[in-house]
């Protein structure tokens, strides 16, 4: 079973980047997806980015596009969202979380996912 750990989280101001980061015990190969899945206060979870391990195909939440990347390093067993543009509506708990079940990514549904991390706080505030 794979732990994950997520690091990276902070308060930063509007517009400005966070980059985070997910280690992975024996690394992501052995499953069918990882994400990036925030929630805030009072708000129900949202996948927010999701790599598909298959074919390498991302996909994104609406409100994130053109502001989020996930990537992979499988060397270093590592698992990214670079976070540029940042918002205050962006603030939230940010998990990363992987699926040993195939599904269909692009619904962007945070119950696909049956391995999660602890989880990293991101606040952008002024």
């Known amino acids: 079973q794979v732990q994950l750990v997520e690091s990276g989280g902070g308060l930063v101001r509007p517009g400005e980047s966070l980059r985070l980061s997910c280690g992975a015990s024996?690394?992501?190969?052995?499953?069918?997806?990882t994400a990036w899945i925030r929630q805030a206060p009072g708000k129900e979870r949202e996948a927010v980015a999701i790599?598909?391990?298959?074919?390498?195909?991302?996909y994104y939440t609406n409100s994130v596009k053109g502001r989020f990347t996930i990537s992979r390093d499988d060397d270093k067993k590592e698992l990214y969202l670079q976070m540029n543009s940042l918002k205050p509506e962006d603030t939230a708990i940010y998990y990363c979380?992987?699926?040993?079940?195939?599904?269909?990514?692009?619904?962007?549904?945070?119950?696909?996912?049956?391995?999660w991390g602890q989880g990293t706080q991101v606040t952008v505030s002024s």
């Open positions: 979380a992987a699926a040993s079940l195939w599904h269909e990514w692009k619904r962007m549904d945070p119950n696909d996912f049956n391995f």
């Open positions: 024996g690394g992501f190969l052995d499953y069918y997806a």
């Open positions: 790599f598909n391990q298959a074919d390498g195909v991302t």
